[in-house]
Structure formats: C-alpha cells, structure tokens
C-alpha cells in the first residue's frame, strides 16, 4: 500500500463496540485506560512515539484522517528490515541497552499528557480471564510440567496480588507496556519499535522482562536461545545495577502469572484453541514448548521475592 507516493501500512483505530472482540481485549473510551481506542493515533500526532526514547526510533506518521464513523486512520512508514522474531540475541542485547539508557532518562519522572495509560501492568494482568477452579493436575500439564513447576506456578497465582503490590514500590519509568519481537524491526537505522497503542508510566523493568519472556511463549523463536537472550537482555538493560535487575524480575512475574491459570482453564473447557492469538500449536505443544519459558518465570518470581 502507498500513500503521498510512499510504501506505507494502514492502521485504523475504531472505537469501543467492533463486533468480535473478546471482552478480555475490549477498548475503552476512557483515556487512562489500559487499552484506550484512541492512544496510539494520539502518540503519533503529538509526536511522543518518533521521540520518547533516544536510539530507538518509532514508524514515522505519513498521513493522519478522521473517519465520519469516528475511527482514525494512520498511515505510518512501512519499515523494511529484520523482523524482530529473525533477530541474534546481541541484537535484542542491543536494544534492551538502548531502552535501558532511555527508561532511565525517563526514571522518576512524571508525565503530563492524559491519554498515556495509568496502572497498566495491574489492569491489563488482572483482566485476563482466569476463572477459578483451575485444573492443576489436568492429564495435559501433568504431561509437560513437572510436579515442582506445577507447584511453584500455583504459588505464583495465589500470591499474584503481594506480586503486584511490589511492584508498586518500584521506581517508574515511561513504559512502550508491549515490547516483544513482533513489535520489532531492525533496518540501517537500528532498533524500530512498533506498536504504541499501551505507552505509559510503569516500573523500571517491565519493558525488558517481556522482551525477554514473550520472545518464547508463543513459539515464534527458538527456545533454545531462551538463556542466551536473556542473559544478555538484563545484563544490557540493567547495566550492573542489581535493584533493576530484581525489577525486571518482579515485574516478569507480574506480568504473567496469569498465564498458566488461563491456559489450564482453556485446556480443560475445550475443544477451542488455547490461545487467541499467534501461537498456533496444539495444547500438548504449546504445554510442552512453554515448558522452559515458564520455569524462568518461576526463578524470576523466587529470586524477587526472596
């Protein structure tokens, strides 16, 4: 697609209502929202996206329109380069270090535009719809999980709530809240971030312990590089600071300890898919391929608690 004579990507933002749309994922009309329709056409338009963070660069906005159904059209560059999912570890090493220099500009200090997302990372996790039984011991996890990390991800969903709370005492940056390889491209002019539909306040820590989980959790990258990427991801984004590297591993924890509980509960109700979005494998896969992914978040969530 082209627009001014350019090759771009069409985006268009609608409000709140698109049939369709799970209510775990629903938008809202009220600006500090986790998932406010009208965010990321806002962070384009006022500029926030191209200039937030020094050394990486958002798409640049090539045309803006208003539609008379109320949806927002953006029309932003098509970047042309290495999608995130193809990148080296010391490639998204490099990135976690530019994004760890710019969350520390942005650390402790406040922001004033009214539409960036308030609280997220407590309103997006404790939105996912987990319902109560979860089925510990169904015969699929029982298959890929073992005893110890079946245990240890119980622990982690009944102590979701002191989870949060210590994140709270965290020092907070200016968070992107959905940084993983799908929302990255690397061109000749280095790291690109996609997506600014979530930007808002959050703790120091969060942007990176995603990078590193949601890498693996959907299948889309080796496993097998799960050490590698994150050895190198907290090292370059903390930079010898041990307080940050607790933060990343709290907030990991934080965010998704609601995982498991989720998938058990779709496991159990079959026969739809678990997930609902890019991991297209069968449960016994996706049980088994999040295996380790899981078992880092486990040792994330006892070391920060310790």
């Known amino acids: 697609m082209e627009r001014g004579g350019r090759p771009a990507v069409l985006k268009v933002a609608t409000p709140p209502g698109r049939p369709g749309v799970p209510a775990h994922w629903e938008t809202s009309t ?10 990321e056409a806002l962070a384009y338009g006022d500029g926030l996206a191209g200039s937030v963070y020094a050394g990486i660069r958002a798409p640049s906005l090539v045309d803006y329109e208003e539609h008379g159904d109320g949806s ?10 290495q999608p ?14 530019r994004l760890g220099a710019a969350h520390a500009v942005w650390r402790g200090r406040s922001t004033s535009e009214p539409w960036l997302s308030r609280d997220w990372l407590r309103a997006y996790t404790t939105s996912r719809p987990v319902s109560e039984p979860i089925p510990w011991d169904h015969p699929v996890a029982v298959a890929a999980w073992p005893d ?9 969903w009944a102590r979701r709530h002191e989870v949060l709370r210590a994140t709270d005492a965290l020092p907070h940056t200016l968070c992107h809240h959905d940084v ?22 959050g703790p120091m820590g969060e942007d990176a312990a995603n990078l590193v989980l949601d890498t693996f959790f959907d299948g889309l990258v080796d496993v097998a590089l799960l050490d590698d990427v994150a050895e190198v991801v907290t090292s370059a984004y ?7 590297h607790r933060a990343i591993r709290l907030t990991g924890a934080a965010k998704y300890f609601w995982l ?47």
């Open 148 to 156: 110890d990390l079946r245990a240890g991800l119980r622990e982690l």
């Open 238 to 244: 903390a930079r010898g600071d041990a307080a940050v």
């Open 72 to 81: 927002v059209a953006l029309w932003l560059e098509y970047v042309d380069g």
């Open 30 to 39: 009220d600006p500090a929202h986790w998932n406010y329709w009208r965010r």
């Open 180 to 201: 993983w390889p799908m929302n990255l491209v690397f061109d000749g002019s280095g790291p690109v971030l996609l997506d600014w539909s979530f930007v808002g306040p």
């Open 260 to 306: 498991a509980p989720m998938m058990l509960n779709r496991v159990a109700a079959g026969p739809a898919p678990i997930s609902q979005s890019y991991d297209a494998r069968e449960a016994a896969a996706m049980f088994a391929g999040r295996r380790r992914p899981l078992e880092l978040l486990l040792s994330w969530f006892r070391e920060a608690l310790a």
């Open 84 to 97: 995130g999912t193809a990148a080296t570890p010391a490639m998204l090493g490099d990135f976690a270090e």
